[in-house]
């Protein structure tokens, strides 16, 4: 058994190509992604690690996960039913599973 240990995040960790999106996903933009996961726990379903994407908007959606995110680089727009929310580098945010939504990127986001 491995003893724990602190984690240390590296925004600068090589990042390996991931899936692409599926192309029924995306409206406009790359479906290419690349990224690294830092910690798993799947008894949880917990996951953290590095993410990053060109921009792109997505279709509406019902959010698959809840999710908590940390924008590095770039920004992100969050379209809902009845407003929509900007986070730019340096913000943090919460997407609860089911939320309907569109992802918007206007640029590369980390």
Known sequence: MTKPAIIPFDRNVPLEPWEDFPATEIVS???????????????????????EQGANESRWMDYPVNEFMTVLEGE???????????????????????????????????
Request: net charge positive.
């Open 76 to 110: 992100v727009v969050i379209v809902e039913e009845d407003r929509t929310i900007s986070i730019t580098a340096g913000e943090s945010f919460i997407i609860p599973k089911g939320l309907r939504c569109r992802w918007t990127q206007p640029g590369y986001v980390k």
């Open 29 to 51: 933009g790359t479906v290419k992604q690349n990224g690294r996961v830092m910690f798993e726990d799947k008894a949880r379903g917990l996951s953290a690690g590095v993410w």
